[in-house]
């Protein structure tokens, strides 16, 4: 069923058979409710009616006076919805009566009542009244009810059928993009999960014998943090640390790195992938590098001199258990500080044991410094220019 019929046409056929539902229960609801007051009003008229004319003919029908009972019942018969009205004496002989001619659509009903004078039986009243203009009044409420449910309904049909001529487009151009084959299948929901479903378990299935992150740690050791802590007071070292935080946080959202706790002046951060690869090498240099021309920038600015060395260490780690991926962390620290430690102010050293410098060169240029270890020296031109644009949009950010 569900591949039979399009998206465009089962949500307003939803929607439309909702409204009918609902009206049809309401109408019955509605109708039900309007029948029983019709019937209370008819029979509260009714009783209000005769109850009245029982008072003004008593006194008249026992003084013989026709005249006044005439009259009382002419007066009652002006009643649009009053058909007929009359007295009649204690054997049954009628005594004045009055009585519309011609009346359409006429649905009589019939009250009486005794007319009772100091406890003696004197005559009897009779009302006839047409109950048909009191279900009309409430009829015409169901059927005002009626027009404003056939207008909500079509209303309601129309803008869902255009919403999902929409949606059903949009998931249309969706599925079109995405590979595999659907072509049988209408329901756009349906062709879309047919298509993503390979994707899906393809990526699941990547996922699970997942053991281990190529994980890269970057350093920058603070070489001077003790001169600076001699030279600058508290509020604004202070501020040059929290200035120097929210520069790196900017720059781990554009290239996707994750903060970790540090030594005492030291800022790490890392960023891991599922294999190892230069394009992994190349996105942490990238990010050491944006993140080392910023905080020049703010060098300049505050007027304080930063001795900062950068190191670039990879290793794989074990995803699982914690502690082991910890312990790991831990080791890449210890080689990122022994690194810094030989390193000159500005360095950027990078440790590589999977790629030498030959290889290397299609990132960048480096020169060798020690074992398996390489200094940043530049990029190719048309990544050194992507990577002014950024660290220019991290400066507008920052600054």
Known sequence: MHRQFSMARKLPATVLSACLIFGLFSWIVLFSHATSVSKDTLQEKGELTIGQLVELVRAPLFNNDNISIQVALQKVTEDPSIISASVEDVEGQLVAQSKKTTIEKVIANSFSRDIVFQDTLAGKVRLTINSQPIKQRFNQVVRNWLLLWVLFSAVCTYLTHRYAEQLSRRLRLLTKRLPGGSDNIVDEIVALETRLQPLLAKGGDEELPETSYYCSLVT????????????????????????????????????????????????????????????????????????????????????????????????????????????????????????????????????????????????????????????????????????????????????
């Open 220 to 399: 920058a050791t603070i070489k001077n943090r003790q001169r600076l802590d001699t030279q600058l007071n508290r509020q604004n070292m202070t501020m040059l640390l929290e200035k120097i935080d929210y520069c790196t946080l900017r720059t781990l959202e554009l290239y996707g790195g994750k903060r970790i706790e540090g030594g005492n002046g030291c800022i790490n951060f890392y960023i891991r992938s599922t294999q190892h690869s230069k394009q992994h090498l190349l996105v942490c240099l990238m990010a050491v590098y944006s993140l080392q021309q910023l905080l020049k920038q703010l060098s300049g600015q505050l007027g304080i001199d930063l001795d900062i060395a950068w190191t670039l260490c990879s290793d794989n780690l074990p995803a699982a258990p914690l502690f082991q991926y910890h312990e790991g962390l831990d080791r890449l620290k210890g080689q990122a500080s022994v690194l810094a430690e030989q390193l000159d102010k500005g360095a950027i050293g990078m440790q590589s044991k999977e790629y030498d410098i030959d290889q290397l060169s299609s990132i960048a240029r480096f020169l060798p410094f020690t074992e398996d270890c390489y200094l940043l020296q530049g990029f190719p031109e048309g990544r050194q220019l992507l990577l002014e644009k950024q660290i220019q949009h991290l400066a507008s950010i920052c600054f």
